[in-house]
Nanobody, 120 residues
Framework: QVQLVESGGGLVQAGGSLRLSCAASGRTFSNYAMGWFRQSPGKEREFVAGISWSGGSTSYANSVKGRFTISRDNAKNTVYLQMNSLKPEDTAIYYC?????????????WGQGTQVTVSS
């Protein structure tokens, strides 16, 4: 059973930064792509960023490109999302997920989410 636990969310002013972490259980973390998604009230969950199993390939939504950075530490079974220059429209619940293919592929395991709120 795969468990993904997000942390690092909170309240921040516009222009500020947060770093989200996602700790994964299991010994096969390094075999899989990982991703971050977000969902705000009244909207569908959307892809934010993805990273390949090795960390050598990343993908970002246009809305966060240049502001967010996804990374991973396979020795710690952890994936990160560094979020800079935050905007009120980044407010959402952020979920990490484990992929079944590359960073732009499908994802089949999800964490419980962590709330990020950006005030104007």
């Amino acid at each position: 059973q795969v468990q993904l636990v997000e942390s690092g969310g909170g309240l921040v002013q516009a222009g500020g930064s947060l770093r989200l972490s996602c700790a994964a259980s299991g010994r096969t973390f390094s075999n899989y792509a990982m991703g971050w998604f977000r969902q705000s009230p009244g909207k569908e969950r959307e892809f934010v960023a993805g990273i390949s199993w090795s960390g050598g390939s990343t993908s970002y939504a246009n809305s966060v490109k240049g502001r967010f950075t996804i990374s991973r530490d396979n020795a710690k079974n952890t994936v990160y999302l560094q979020m800079n220059s935050l905007k009120p429209e980044d407010t959402a619940i952020y979920y990490c997920a484990r992929g079944v293919g590359g960073p732009n592929g499908a994802y089949n395991y999800w964490g419980q989410g962590t709330q990020v709120t950006v005030s104007s």
